[in-house]
């Protein structure tokens, strides 16, 4: 099946970057996958079964909704909530065996009651050492962690933090990160609290401070083959994702013609004009307008006037045959040309991640495995059971 614009998953590229993982943290650390906001927009469900059936340990989400997607699609390893949860989602938590992080009292001790008389859950507890964004503060964690011993029901199974400069030049900042995680750690060991999993390293941290590794690592990005900036791409990982379209109009123009809305690019020589049939409803980013390129007949075509919510139109001029129906590639790869993930969040003033988590559920994702098709996911609706349809 043909779509008019679709995203072509690579699952080799991603089990080899599972691999390449495993070799740079060794055999005796632990993965949670980062799995996040449908997998960073790849589809959450398909890249958690490879990545599990390549050995990553864990998977860590943002939302409850996210974990149910994963667990009604069958998939039974551990499921950590990174975010805070809320009390009304508790007994949902419990419901579908994800593991909430605590770092609110409140919300454990609710927690706790909730759980009377039945089993105990596994909780893991985030430590705020520099991202202020969520966790118990550094300099309350040893009374929180004994407070919350004394609940009955819950098991502190993990303790970790989180580093907000990894992928900037602040190595100082995140060693010292690593040095006051470790020395909780230690005073917390010396009263008799251990916790089975440590974890700290984000992508960049894992390729780039061997000591944050701990006994678990929680990479997002680089397991999808991108970092947030592209220097850090040592580690030969490659790119899982690419964003293609085609070619649904061509038309001859002549000097003086404008384009789009708001008129904001005027041809001053006669043109050939192609739609592509992607626009920021897709995902390809408003920001891209009079900015950027896309791939057509293997040469970079400049994006010309204001991208629409369907379509965006380019310049072919210098382009030779460019017909309805050709491939359009956003970024990936085409014969010897590339525009990469990279590229495009430049253009747009972002990062990689926001790029290919915004390419929404109109498009579809085409998986691929050894070099053929295993799985085409079209609308998110779709691939939920209705229950959770109902719900939304
Ligand atoms: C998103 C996230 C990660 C993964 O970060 P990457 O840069 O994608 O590796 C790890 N830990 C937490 C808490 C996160 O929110």
């Not at 005027?266 to 896309?294: E, I, K, M, P, Q």
């Not at 590339?338 to 290919?356: K, L, P, Q």
Request: some cysteine; aromatic content about 8%; glycine content about 10%.
């Amino acid at each position: 099946m043909e779509f008019p614009t679709w995203s072509e998953i690579d699952i080799d590229a991603l089990r080899h970057n599972v691999r390449a993982t495993r070799s740079l943290v060794g055999e005796n650390v632990r993965i949670l996958l980062t799995i996040k906001a449908d997998a960073y927009g790849h589809g959450a469900p398909r890249i958690a079964r490879a990545a599990v059936s390549e050995g990553v340990d864990m998977l860590g989400v943002a939302t409850l909704h996210e974990g149910i997607e994963l667990r009604c699609c069958g998939i039974d390893v551990p499921i950590l909530i990174l975010s805070p949860s809320l009390i009304s989602e508790i007994d949902e938590i419990l419901e579908w065996d994800l593991t909430p992080t605590v770092s609110d009292l409140k919300f454990a001790r609710a927690l706790s009651f909730s759980l009377a008389g039945r089993k105990v859950v596994k909780v893991h507890v985030e430590i705020d050492t520099g991202m202020t964004r969520a966790g118990v503060n550094e300099d309350e964690a040893i009374a929180f962690i004994h407070e919350l011993s004394r609940l009955g029901n819950l098991g502190i199974e993990g303790i970790y933090t989180h580093f907000p400069s990894t992928y900037v030049d602040d190595p100082e900042f995140t060693e010292s990160q690593v040095k006051r995680f470790a020395s909780l750690l230690d005073k917390l060991s010396a009263q008799g609290i251990e916790f089975p999993l440590r974890h700290t390293a984000n992508s960049a941290a894992i390729t780039q401070y061997p000591d944050s590794h701990f006994n678990m690592v929680r990479p997002g990005g680089m397991i999808y083959g991108m970092f947030p900036r592209p220097d850090f791409n040592g580690g030969g990982l490659k790119p899982v994702m690419s964003f293609k379209s085609r070619v649904v109009n061509v038309k001859r123009v002549r000097k003086g013609t404008s384009v789009s809305y708001g008129r904001t690019y005027t041809f001053d020589r006669d043109a050939t004009v192609a739609a592509v049939a992607a626009g920021y409803g897709h995902g390809l980013s408003r920001a891209l307008s009079n900015r950027g390129y896309l791939l057509v007949r293997g040469k970079r075509a400049p994006i010309v006037g204001m991208v629409t919510m369907d379509v965006t139109l380019i310049d072919v001029t210098g382009i030779p045959d460019v017909t309805v129906g050709d491939e359009v590639v956003i970024f990936g790869r085409q014969g010897d040309a590339e525009i990469s993930v990279y590229e495009v969040a430049d253009w747009c003033g972002t990062i990689s991640y926001e790029v290919t988590c915004g390419i929404g559920k109109r498009v579809p994702r085409v998986y691929i495995e050894n070099g053929r098709i295993t799985g085409i996911v079209t609308l998110v609706g779709e691939r939920l059971p209705k229950e959770r349809i109902q719900l939304s």
